[in-house]
């Protein structure tokens, strides 16, 4: 099967839109590839479209990962906390200050949005709020991702100071380019490569001048990490994927840890929501509900435990998880993860769960 050019903008459009999976979409070749942009081949980035030859690229130290629990103290600027946060993805500019003001309440620190979701001037309204009752802006985490109509150096630079002006922040914790690429036909791949090194540089230089405390990426797969290694100056402070107990992503998750990225996990559930979300099935499993049980307070929460279990899960391999919840009591259940541990053989027994499902969508489309 081949898919051309329209139907492939349709399918992305589509996907990035309503969060379908076109992680089965046919790809070209890599020998159609590096003929076609022989510049780019001779880079060495692309590998086998999947694992790309190490780079040197920029070095940091960073500071060891804590115990997982909830983020408190001075946390702004700083690296990314191990504990849960709260994701605002398909929440309206209407529901927004309220889910925020009502997380901050019980005591979540980091909370992550993006230019596309349009509820960044909500969140700046509930953070404006919770400042004025006394919450330090040094205790709060906060992230944004910046949408692939805004790449380019100068776009970038201006959407972020827009994006800021709407947070209601001086600086923003943490920016990432929100997908690898603004299309995935493949024809736009210089294009796309051009615009990841131009929007990086960006980030680089809000950094620099203090728009921008930390800057990372978003829904970069090997690949596309590597790639940036050979030209940025500034090694990426996070990562942020979708990461669930059907899709565990390991070899991603374990190459950024080596690197010393933090990782951030977006549907960390199974992606609720979305057309394509694999929540239902996940807790539906007879293995969650086990571990959910041994774990929980009574029968009447199992929905709530293997929730818990997931997320527990989550924080054990190192991963901050960004739930999305509506409703105060769900933003409280999963908030209560840090007063139980997971064993060994429960943490294997839920990454041997992996079915490489993708609840939104596989970002090697973008080349």
Not at 230 to 249: G, K, V, W
Not at 293 to 301: F, L, M, N, S
Not at 315 to 326: D, E, F
Request: glycine share 8%.
């Amino acid at each position: 099967m081949t898919i051309g050019r329209r139907q492939s903008r349709l399918l992305v459009a589509l996907a990035l839109c309503l969060g379908l999976s076109l992680w089965s979409l046919p790809l070209p070749s890599l020998a159609a590839f590096n003929s076609a942009f022989p510049r780019r081949a001779a880079l060495g980035a692309l590998g086998a479209l999947g694992t790309a030859p190490a780079a040197a690229g920029p070095t940091a130290p960073r500071p060891p990962l804590k115990p997982p629990a909830p983020a408190s103290g001075t946390i702004s600027g700083g690296v990314l906390p191990l504990t849960i946060g709260l994701g605002t993805c398909l929440v309206s500019e209407g529901d927004v200050t309220r889910q925020v003001s009502s997380a901050l309440d019980v005591g979540y620190r980091v909370i992550d949005t993006a230019q596309r979701y349009g509820n960044e001037a909500g969140i700046g309204l509930a953070l404006k709020a919770a400042f004025e009752k006394g919450l330090s802006r040094d205790e709060v985490f906060v992230t944004t991702k910046v949408w692939p109509s805004n790449y380019g150096f100068d776009k970038a630079i201006s959407s972020v100071q827009d994006s800021a002006k709407k947070l209601g922040l001086e600086a923003i914790d943490l920016v990432l380019p929100h997908w690898p690429g603004v299309s995935t036909d493949f024809e736009a791949a210089e294009t796309n490569f051009q615009l990841r090194q131009q929007t990086w540089k960006a980030l680089e230089r809000m950094k620099k001048d203090g728009l921008v405390k930390q800057i990372g990426v978003s829904n970069y797969n090997d690949r596309h990490l590597t790639e940036l290694l050979d030209y940025a100056e500034t090694l990426p402070m996070a990562s942020q994927f979708e990461i669930h107990p059907f899709n565990t992503r390991e070899s991603l998750v374990q190459k950024c840890k080596e690197l010393g990225i933090r990782v951030n996990a977006y549907s960390p559930l199974g992606g609720k929501g979305n057309p394509n979300q694999v929540t239902d099935k996940l807790l539906s499993l007879q293995l969650l509900q086990d571990i959910g049980a041994a774990h929980g307070k009574t029968p009447a929460q199992l929905a709530q435990d293997m929730q818990q279990t997931i997320l527990r899960w989550h924080l054990q391999r190192g991963v901050t998880p960004i739930p999305k919840a509506s409703s105060a009591q769900r933003l409280q259940e999963n908030f209560d993860v840090f007063d139980f541990k997971l064993s060994d053989e429960e943490m294997q027994e839920i990454s041997e769960l992996d079915r490489r499902r993708f609840a939104v969508m596989n970002s090697e489309v973008f080349l």
